[in-house]
């Protein structure tokens, strides 16, 4: 199943899109953008409240935005109408260690909720519904090869950062980081995994997340190498000799985080206030 990938208007600036799926190391993706983009890149605030309301105010706090990341960012005709520029890309992982790796850190951010056998069963395929909407493999396909331009794999980050500089077109984007976010300890993982048929029980709820993966690692990522050249397995050794001194700072990123915390965020709060009180 090969489809032409959606590609927005050439004579417009287009806006990078960020489909975040939760524990895909997003909030090191999300330094990577502060980094280079700085007050034309916008995180959407987590607290949504009404979306249209949240949309409309940050396409009016953003007039010149060029890249938008966030959990309500979906290849979606809603989405689209406000952000019809919009570029999207998205990573994924292992659907096995993502949904170790999710729980965990529900557990690690102090969130007492479900037993683990309940709470995979509230979040089977959670991967698929984020991308598609509902836990349907060949639709989330459909939606990476009509929607979505370019799909990294955590397991082969630093490869897939090259890659998802090339497709950007923007040479001078530094993909150098600090990975953020990582897990305390991994104990978690492993008091579940001792549990006798709990790998058994996360395949079962990842059954959709696994046809999607496999597709990804066998069928888009390959054409994705193959688009980069010859030159990929140079560059990457580059790239990797140099992470010792990635960083995720910058003077851009200051200005970036001044806008959302002292505009963006308190004024969001107020628009959504009377959905709150209601």
Not at 46 to 52: I, P, S, V
Request: aromatic residues 12%; glycine residues 8%.
């Amino acid at each position: 199943m090969q489809q032409t990938p959606y590609q927005p208007p050439s004579t417009v600036q287009t806006i990078l899109a960020h489909v975040h799926v939760g524990k895909t190391a997003g909030q090191t993706i999300r330094a990577i953008l502060r980094k280079n983009f700085g007050p034309a890149h916008c995180d959407l605030f987590k607290d949504y409240g009404d979306l249209e309301r949240d949309w409309n105010w940050t396409a009016r706090c953003y007039p010149r935005l060029r890249s938008i990341a966030g959990h309500a960012v979906k290849p979606t005709p809603a989405f689209d109408r406000h952000f019809p520029r919009a570029r999207y890309y998205t990573f994924l992982r292992d659907p096995f260690k993502r949904c170790l790796s999710h729980y965990q850190f529900v557990l690690q951010a102090g969130g007492r909720g479900l037993p683990f056998r309940e709470w995979i069963a509230a979040n089977a395929d959670y991967q698929t519904r984020m991308i598609a909407g509902e836990p349907n493999a060949e639709k989330a396909i459909e939606v990476i090869e009509t929607r979505i331009g370019f799909v990294g794999l955590v397991e082969r980050f630093n490869k897939s950062l090259l890659l998802w500089k090339r497709w950007t077109g923007i040479g001078r984007l530094d993909v150098g980081y600090c990975s953020v976010n990582v897990a305390r300890s991994n104990g978690v993982k492993a008091e579940i995994l001792a549990h006798d048929g709990a790998e058994a029980a996360i395949r079962d709820a990842t059954r959709q997340d696994h046809r999607l993966y496999r597709y990804v690692v066998e069928e888009v990522y390959p054409r994705q190498v193959a688009a980069y050249g010859h030159a990929l397995p140079d560059d990457l050794l580059w790239f990797e000799a140099g992470l010792a001194a990635g960083t995720n700072f910058s003077y851009l990123g200051l200005l970036g985080k001044a806008k959302r915390d002292l505009l963006y965020k308190p004024v969001l709060r107020v628009v959504n206030a009377p959905r709150r009180a209601a």
